[in-house]
Protein backbone atom coordinates (compact mmCIF):
# COMPACT_ATOMS: atom_id res chain seq x y z
CA UNK A 1 0.00 0.00 0.00
CA UNK A 2 1.53 3.43 -0.93
CA UNK A 3 2.27 6.20 1.57
CA UNK A 4 -0.21 8.97 0.79
CA UNK A 5 1.60 12.50 1.42
CA UNK A 6 0.46 14.47 4.20
CA UNK A 7 -2.45 17.10 4.06
CA UNK A 8 0.32 20.25 5.04
CA UNK A 9 3.32 18.57 2.75
CA UNK A 10 5.30 22.16 2.00
CA UNK A 11 5.67 20.67 -1.76
CA UNK A 12 1.72 20.85 -2.34
CA UNK A 13 0.64 24.00 -4.21
CA UNK A 14 -2.08 24.45 -1.83
CA UNK A 15 0.12 24.41 1.02
CA UNK A 16 0.84 27.70 2.98
CA UNK A 17 3.91 26.79 4.73
CA UNK A 18 2.83 28.84 7.79
CA UNK A 19 0.25 26.52 7.97
CA UNK A 20 2.71 23.11 8.59
CA UNK A 21 1.90 21.84 11.84
CA UNK A 22 5.43 21.36 14.75
CA UNK A 23 5.95 25.37 14.44
CA UNK A 24 7.13 26.58 10.70
CA UNK A 25 10.36 27.87 10.11
CA UNK A 26 11.41 29.57 7.34
CA UNK A 27 15.45 29.88 8.48
CA UNK A 28 15.20 25.75 8.93
CA UNK A 29 13.17 25.36 5.75
CA UNK A 30 15.46 26.95 3.80
CA UNK A 31 18.31 25.04 4.71
CA UNK A 32 16.62 21.57 3.35
CA UNK A 33 17.68 23.26 0.02
CA UNK A 34 21.36 20.69 1.03
CA UNK A 35 18.59 17.72 0.01
CA UNK A 36 18.20 18.90 -3.11
CA UNK A 37 20.43 16.85 -5.55
CA UNK A 38 22.70 19.05 -8.26
CA UNK A 39 23.51 17.07 -11.13
CA UNK A 40 25.20 13.65 -10.33
CA UNK A 41 25.41 12.83 -6.39
CA UNK A 42 27.05 9.97 -5.08
CA UNK A 43 24.66 7.66 -2.92
CA UNK A 44 26.68 7.87 0.19
CA UNK A 45 25.80 12.14 0.33
CA UNK A 46 22.12 11.57 -0.52
CA UNK A 47 20.35 13.60 2.00
CA UNK A 48 16.66 13.21 2.99
CA UNK A 49 14.23 16.00 3.30
CA UNK A 50 12.06 13.93 6.30
CA UNK A 51 8.27 14.33 6.38
CA UNK A 52 6.98 16.74 9.56
CA UNK A 53 4.74 14.18 10.44
CA UNK A 54 7.20 11.54 11.32
CA UNK A 55 9.38 11.46 14.96
CA UNK A 56 12.65 11.95 15.79
CA UNK A 57 14.80 8.83 15.14
CA UNK A 58 11.94 7.50 13.12
CA UNK A 59 11.71 9.68 9.57
CA UNK A 60 10.37 9.15 6.36
CA UNK A 61 11.23 10.89 3.30
CA UNK A 62 8.81 13.65 2.43
CA UNK A 63 6.72 12.49 -0.08
CA UNK A 64 6.47 15.16 -1.85
CA UNK A 65 10.11 15.65 -1.77
CA UNK A 66 11.06 11.88 -2.68
CA UNK A 67 8.26 12.02 -5.89
CA UNK A 68 10.31 15.61 -6.93
CA UNK A 69 13.28 13.81 -6.88
CA UNK A 70 13.21 10.57 -8.17
CA UNK A 71 11.32 12.39 -11.13
CA UNK A 72 12.24 15.96 -12.50
CA UNK A 73 14.90 16.45 -9.79
CA UNK A 74 16.73 13.39 -11.20
CA UNK A 75 18.43 12.60 -8.14
CA UNK A 76 20.35 9.36 -9.13
CA UNK A 77 21.75 8.39 -5.91
CA UNK A 78 18.49 8.59 -4.20
CA UNK A 79 17.03 6.19 -7.46
CA UNK A 80 19.75 3.48 -6.67
CA UNK A 81 18.83 3.89 -3.21
CA UNK A 82 14.99 3.28 -4.14
CA UNK A 83 16.21 0.13 -6.58
CA UNK A 84 18.37 -1.13 -3.64
CA UNK A 85 15.31 -1.22 -1.63
CA UNK A 86 16.78 1.06 1.00
CA UNK A 87 14.35 3.55 0.76
CA UNK A 88 10.64 2.90 0.15
CA UNK A 89 9.25 4.99 -2.82
CA UNK A 90 6.15 3.13 -3.42
CA UNK A 91 4.24 6.75 -2.23
CA UNK A 92 1.03 8.94 -3.64
CA UNK A 93 0.92 12.78 -3.74
CA UNK A 94 -2.04 14.66 -3.49
CA UNK A 95 -3.18 17.49 -5.91
CA UNK A 96 -0.40 19.64 -8.04
CA UNK A 97 2.84 20.15 -6.70
CA UNK A 98 5.63 22.15 -6.84
CA UNK A 99 8.29 21.95 -9.52
CA UNK A 100 11.44 23.38 -7.28
CA UNK A 101 12.29 23.19 -3.78
CA UNK A 102 12.48 27.06 -4.22
CA UNK A 103 8.78 26.99 -4.74
CA UNK A 104 7.96 25.28 -1.88
CA UNK A 105 9.33 28.34 0.49
CA UNK A 106 7.01 30.93 1.13
CA UNK A 107 6.24 34.33 -0.51
CA UNK A 108 8.88 37.09 0.69
CA UNK A 109 6.85 38.79 3.56
CA UNK A 110 7.16 42.37 4.74
CA UNK A 111 9.34 42.67 7.78
CA UNK A 112 7.52 41.81 10.90
CA UNK A 113 5.03 39.32 9.54
CA UNK A 114 4.97 35.74 10.41
CA UNK A 115 8.96 35.27 9.82
Excluded at 13 to 30: A, L, M, N, Q, W
Excluded at 38 to 58: D, F, K, Q, W, Y
Excluded at 67 to 77: E, F, R, S, Y
Aim: hydrophobic letters at 30%; proline letters at 7%.
Amino acid sequence: MSRRQCDKCPWKVSTDPFEIPGGYDVKKHRKLENTIAEGIMPVATVRLMACHETTSGNELPCVGWLNNQIGVGNNLGLRIACMAGRIDADVETIGLQHETFKDTLPAPQPKGEKE
